[in-house]
Nanobody, 124 residues
Framework: QVQLVESGGGSVQAGGTLRLSCAASGSFYSRCMGWFRQDPGKEREGVATIDSIGRTNYADSVKGRFTISQDKVKNTLYLQMNSLKPEDTGMYFC???????????????????WGKGTLVTVSS
């Protein structure tokens, strides 16, 4: 069974930084992978995706502040989050799909595998 395990969440002040990690049970970097987030009362939204050849896509709200990357040796996906804002607060989920291409979308519907999430809280 495929497993994705997130870590690195925590509480920071506005303007601070965090790096989230997602450890995969197998070699996932021939597939589309991404990060999503969710606050209570809101839909789970796409933050960033990366495909099998390293092409990335970001939500407008995080462009220039967040960077998605992968380490094939460690079999780990990362989300570097800089200049954090209170509106970045939420549960962050790692996700993956069977296909190699992300199709230019940030929709949760395309993802087949999900981690349990890691909480990020940004205070004013």
């Amino acid at each position: 069974q495929v497993q994705l395990v997130e870590s690195g969440g925590g509480s920071v002040q506005a303007g601070g930084t965090l790096r989230l990690s997602c450890a995969a049970s197998g070699s996932f970097y021939s597939r589309c992978m991404g990060w999503f987030r969710q606050d209570p009362g809101k839909e789970r939204e796409g933050v960033a995706t990366i495909d099998s050849i390293g092409r990335t896509n970001y939500a407008d709200s995080v462009k220039g502040r967040f960077t998605i990357s992968q380490d094939k040796v460690k079999n780990t996906l990362y989300l570097q989050m800089n200049s954090l804002k209170p509106e970045d607060t939420g549960m962050y989920f790692c996700a993956a799909r069977y296909q190699t291409d992300c199709s230019g979308h940030l929709s949760r519907a395309i993802m087949a595998f999900w981690g349990k999430g890691t909480l990020v809280t940004v205070s004013s």
